[in-house]
């Protein structure tokens, strides 16, 4: 196959060799949003647009979708743990990487993290998943 790539400049057309076309990978950003994710409600959650209590996966066909197109998902807050949150705010982001983690598993989509934190702790890293 070929690519090609057109300039409106000059109206001028330019057809590349395969070889010289190089692969581009895509990544979806899902935010980390861990707080009020130990309720029933999720209450951050679906202020975010992300459908995700009372029985909804709400990144179910986030995942499905980037399967099906073959995107990449980076996910934030995988640095930090449930103890370093205070306990009325409900945190969760053990519990949402977890979930992440499965979805991404059952549709064969490539996962990564970011760092939001410097976390230097050993507390960190989403662990039990």
């Given at each position: 196959?070929?690519?090609?790539?057109?300039?409106?400049?000059?109206?001028?057309?330019?057809?590349?060799?395969?070889?010289?076309?190089?692969?581009?990978?895509?990544?979806?950003?899902?935010?980390?949003?861990?707080?009020?994710?130990?309720?029933?409600?999720?209450?951050?959650?679906?202020?975010?647009?992300?459908?995700?209590?009372?029985?909804?996966?709400?990144?179910d066909d986030v995942m499905s979708l980037c399967a099906h197109h073959q995107v990449h998902v980076t996910i934030t807050c995988i640095e930090m743990s449930d103890e370093q949150h205070p306990l009325e705010a409900k945190c969760g982001p053990q519990g949402l990487l977890r979930q992440l983690r499965l979805l991404g598993s059952k549709y064969g989509v490539q996962l990564s993290g970011e760092n939001a934190l410097a976390v230097f702790s050993s507390g960190g890293g989403g662990g039990g998943g």
């Open positions: 196959t070929t690519a090609t790539a057109t300039t409106t400049d000059a109206n001028v057309t330019t057809t590349l060799s395969p070889s010289l076309v190089a692969p581009v990978n895509l990544s979806l950003k899902l935010a980390g949003i861990h707080w009020w994710f130990m309720t029933r409600c999720h209450a951050a959650e679906l202020t975010a647009g992300y459908f995700n209590s009372q029985g909804q996966n709400g990144y």
